[in-house]
């Protein structure tokens, strides 16, 4: 099993940063992908970046966010960031953490992002 829990969400005006991270935690192998996902409400859920372990090549980002937002990794600590820039009220959601591994998928319980004056 593992266990995902994500912190960093909050309040910002617009273009304001934000900084999110998922600590995940429990059986990882050394294989798998990490990702954002976001839902806003009336929204379809929207997968907004991913990264694979080392070597597993760059990040994706959705054109969304692209140029705004950087997903990264320390594996040192099992956690993963978001660094959101130029926030715009668009981005307001839940942003939710997954992992996938060989044995299947795992979530996170989101962190809610809104993005208001």
């Known amino acids: 099993q593992v266990q995902l829990v994500e912190s960093g969400g909050g309040l910002v005006q617009p273009g304001g940063s934000l900084r999110l991270s998922c600590a995940a935690s429990?059986?990882?192998?050394?294989?798998?992908?990490m990702a954002w996902l976001r839902q806003a409400p009336g929204k379809q859920r929207e997968l907004v970046a991913n990264?694979?372990?080392?070597?597993?090549?760059?990040?994706n980002y959705s054109d969304s966010v692209r140029g705004r937002f950087t997903i990264s990794k320390d594996n040192t600590k099992n956690t993963m960031y978001l660094q959101m820039a130029n926030l715009q009220p668009e981005d307001t959601a839940v942003y939710l953490c997954?992992?996938?591994?060989?044995?299947?998928?795992?979530w996170g319980q989101g962190t809610q992002v809104t993005v208001s004056s």
């Open positions: 990264i694979t372990s080392a070597g597993g090549g760059p990040p």
């Open positions: 997954l992992l996938n591994q060989y044995d299947g998928n795992y």
């Open positions: 429990g059986r990882i192998v050394g294989f798998h992908t």
